[in-house]
């Protein structure tokens, strides 16, 4: 069955920087897309970052656009979240979730499976 | 302030049909597909529908989805106690070049 664990969440101090994992089994990982999605506490969902299936394309949300970097590493099945510069308003439960297409973007974007989530909270 | 807009709360009696909208505009919903999403307290999100009124494996088909123009609702027939969960719709947002979720919806099971 499909499994993503997230991992790397933690305390960290505003402007500091960390890098979110996210193990992959029971797919085959290099055939589809990858997302980042974040929820603060209380608040709703909010998308973060997409990498096609080869890591190829990438996009992100205005947010985190220019601080928050999505890679992946398909022999490892594992796709990572950097954020540098991270801020208050970047405190949230970060998911890492499969696409259903290889793209992982435009009309097809569908979260089919979730990790259970890593916690960041950006305090000083 | 979310992109697609949903209704911050709803509720019904068991047995009720309810249902639950998601606004969104021409270059979200207008020209793309929605999908919803169920999120219980505590838990991560999982797919509800996605496309034309698919259901993933598990999912029953009280819950059904439509779609016009720039809007879209999730309707819930034979309301159970089990479906009180938060509730959000998606598309992919061709200006944007990215992923647009609404606000999320609380429903409650009087």
């Known amino acids: 069955q499909v499994q993503l664990v997230e991992s790397g969440g933690g305390v960290v101090q505003p402007g500091r920087s960390l890098r979110l994992s996210c193990a992959a089994s029971?797919?085959?990982?290099?055939?589809?897309?990858m997302h980042w999605v974040r929820q603060a506490p209380g608040k709703g969902l909010e998308w973060v970052a997409v990498i096609s299936y080869d890591g190829s394309n990438k996009y992100y949300g205005d947010s985190v656009k220019g601080r928050f970097t999505i890679s992946r590493d398909n022999s490892k099945k594992t796709l990572y979240l950097q954020m540098n510069n991270l801020r208050a308003e970047d405190t949230a439960v970060y998911y890492c979730a499969k696409d259903s297409t290889s793209l992982g973007y435009g009309s097809g974007t569908c979260f089919d499976y979730w990790g259970q989530g890593a916690l960041v909270t950006v305090s000083s | 302030q979310s992109v697609l807009t949903q209704p911050p709360s709803a509720s019904g009696t068991p047995g009720q049909r309810v249902t639950i909208s998601c606004s969104g505009s021409?270059?979200?919903?207008?020209?793309?597909?929605v999908y919803w999403y169920q999120q219980f307290p505590g838990a991560a999100p999982k797919l509800l529908i996605y496309?034309?009124?698919q259901r993933p494996s598990g999912v029953p088909d009280r819950f059904s989805v439509s779609k016009s123009g720039t809007s879209a609702s999730l309707a819930i027939s034979g309301l159970r106690s089990e479906d009180e969960a938060d509730y959000y719709c998606a598309a992919w947002d061709d200006s944007l070049s990215g992923e647009v979720f609404g606000g999320g919806t609380k429903l409650t099971v009087l």
């Open positions: 029971g797919f085959t990982f290099s055939t589809y897309g």
């Open positions: 021409s270059s979200n919903i207008g020209n793309n597909y």
């Open positions: 496309r034309n009124n």
